[in-house]
């Protein structure tokens, strides 16, 4: 088992497309900061419903590009260090392509199972067409229908974050599950940071998801890898963090100074 630095330092290069996934809970914090610390650059990042990491990470100058559906601050805002980059280029401008959620979880899925594009039912009456040229229309060739298409999301690195991993290297996730099993079959290397290592998973809820150890580059112990979110069975979401998230964000000086004490 690796440390999170040398997995992050192994698996994830300067120009890679990167998926942070996690949904509500299990948002992979420790990893995204970990690549801020090592100043990897020039990345393509990849989510649904990006909130305050990638807001961190956009901030800290990692991101070239936002592959994405809904960004925001859950209960509180808009994310002030996306939007100071897409309006006013700092650090550096930022390439955004907006999605549906459903769009992000069928081109996830279409990844995930090797297939080039995703065709769906999606995008009539919505005007992100006219905005995003990655969104295409098909004509099914069996009952003639107008169909979205959009391409296959197949980062190079997905990382993920969960509860448990056996000692095989097979991953838990339990509780809420959004696109993580889909990223990580999508994705070239898959990164997991994980709560505690078992000798083997006990009984557990109906929604949980086991990755099979082949489907994992590196699986990292990594407790209270997801704070500010939570970890469904180990500790609740600091909602304290979030809104407070606000006030430090909004200014540049003040993110910089978060960034240093917290993050560097």
Known sequence: MLRLDEA????VKPGDSVALEGFTH???????HEIIRQGIR?????RMTPD?????MIGAGCARKLIFSWG?????GSLPRFRDAVERGWPHPLEIEEHSHAAM???????AAGLPCAVFRGYLGSDLPRVNPAIRTVT?????????????LRPDVAVIHAQQADRDGNVLIDGIVGVQKEAALAASRTIVTVEETVDRFAAHGRSAVVLPSWTIAAVVEVPGGARPSYA???YGRDNAYYAEWEAISKDRGAFEAWLAEHVL
């Open 105 to 111: 979880a069928h081109a996830y899925a279409a990844g």
């Open 72 to 76: 925001g601050n859950p209960g509180v």
């Open 8 to 11: 992050i330092a192994r698996f």
């Open 26 to 32: 299990l948002i992979p914090f420790a990893a995204g």
């Open 140 to 152: 099914c060739p069996f009952t003639g229908e107008t169909l979205a298409s959009v391409r296959a």
């Open 52 to 56: 305050l990491l990638y807001d961190q």
């Open 42 to 46: 020039d990345l393509t990042l990849i």
């Open 232 to 234: 469904h069975g180990y």
